[in-house]
């Protein structure tokens, strides 16, 4: 059974620091893609930075500069920093894996304020 748990959300001011962690299980970890999304209330979901099985980075223009993202194979996590946080930062993070087959884990809230 696949098992995607995020952690680490929560409440912060704009400006401050968040450190989002992902713990899979049920897949063979470091075959697969590693991508975080998030989903803002009345929005769709969009990509937020993934990290591939090689550990090649990309991310959304909107974080770029700000957030990193990075993995561990040994552990099987999959972390996201998330450093000058902006109000519009604020949503549902998820975390999701891909190797021929896409899940999900369940979502982490994070709200920043003004």
């Known amino acids: 059974q696949v098992q995607l748990v995020e952690s680490g959300g929560g409440l912060v001011q704009a400006g401050g620091s968040l450190r989002l962690s992902c713990a899979a299980s049920?897949?063979?970890?470091?075959?697969?893609?590693m991508t975080w999304y998030r989903q803002a209330p009345g929005n769709q979901r969009e990509l937020v930075a993934s990290?591939?099985?090689?550990?090649?980075?990309s991310y959304a223009d909107s974080v770029k500069g700000r957030f990193t993202i990075s993995r561990d194979n040994a552990k099987n996590t999959v972390d996201l920093l998330m450093n000058s946080l902006k109000p519009e930062d604020t949503g549902v993070y998820y975390c999701?894996?891909?190797?021929?087959?896409?899940?999900w884990g369940q979502g982490t809230q994070v709200t920043v304020s003004s």
């Open positions: 049920g897949i063979i970890f470091n075959i697969n893609a």
């Open positions: 990290i591939s099985s090689s550990g090649r980075t």
């Open positions: 999701s894996s891909m190797y021929q087959f896409r899940f």
